[in-house]
């Protein structure tokens, strides 16, 4: 069925928060989903992880123009930026990426980081990204006062707006997102 690449902060309590994540993945998606936690702790970890994966979700500290790693001590390290991503390959069998690292899809809609992944990932992809600071343990995950936030790319574009998510979603809900708008935009 595939195999999906759950991209964590490298502290403990993110790992754990990030296994559940990806088993909430795979149970939706169904039998026969691989799931593997990674902590990609620059762009290079990053690259590996994603270039091996049919869906990811990104678990990471974020701003719309970079993700950051959280160390065990608390420190946070840089992982990449939009430039960095840029510079990044296609992945086309990578399908679904779902990003609960906060504001990545935040200020301008070309400059983010949730958009310039898009444009890596398969042609049918997508990136559902949040433009607010994201909070969730590891169930669902949304604004902190339920703001409207989420929404998705396809191929550098924004074609899926706040006003079509709830202020919450579950991984099953960004799968099923996935699935119902998956040949819309072809």
């Given at each position: 069925m595939g195999r999906i690449a759950v991209l964590s902060c490298s502290h403990y309590a993110w790992i754990e928060s990030s296994r559940a994540m990806g088993e909430n993945l795979a149970y939706a998606i169904?039998?026969?989903?691989?799931?593997?936690?990674?902590?990609?702790?620059?762009k290079k970890g990053l690259l590996a992880c994603l270039n091996v994966a049919n869906y990811a979700i990104i678990h990471?500290?974020?701003?719309?123009?970079?993700?950051?790693?959280?160390?065990?001590?608390n420190s946070q390290k840089l992982i990449t930026t939009v430039s960095g991503v840029?510079?990044?390959?296609?992945?086309?069998?990578l399908r679904?990426?779902?990003m609960t690292a906060c504001s990545t899809a935040g200020g301008e809609n070309d400059k983010n980081i949730a958009c310039e992944l898009?444009?890596?990932?398969?042609?049918d992809g997508l990136v559902i990204a949040n433009r607010h600071v994201v909070y969730g343990a590891n169930y669902d995950?949304?604004?902190k006062n339920g703001k409207l936030g989420w929404v998705a790319y396809r191929n550098g574009n924004l074609v899926l707006t706040e006003d079509k998510?709830?202020?919450?979603?579950?991984?099953?809900?960004?799968?099923?997102?996935f699935l119902n708008y998956s040949t819309v935009f072809d």
């Open positions: 169904g039998y026969g989903t691989e799931m593997h936690v990674h902590t990609p702790v620059d990471t500290h974020g701003a719309p123009d970079r993700l950051i790693d959280q160390r065990e001590d840029k510079e990044f390959p296609e992945f086309p069998s679904l990426i779902i898009s444009k890596h990932i398969a042609k995950f949304g604004e998510f709830p202020a919450y979603i579950t991984m099953a809900d960004g799968y099923n997102t």
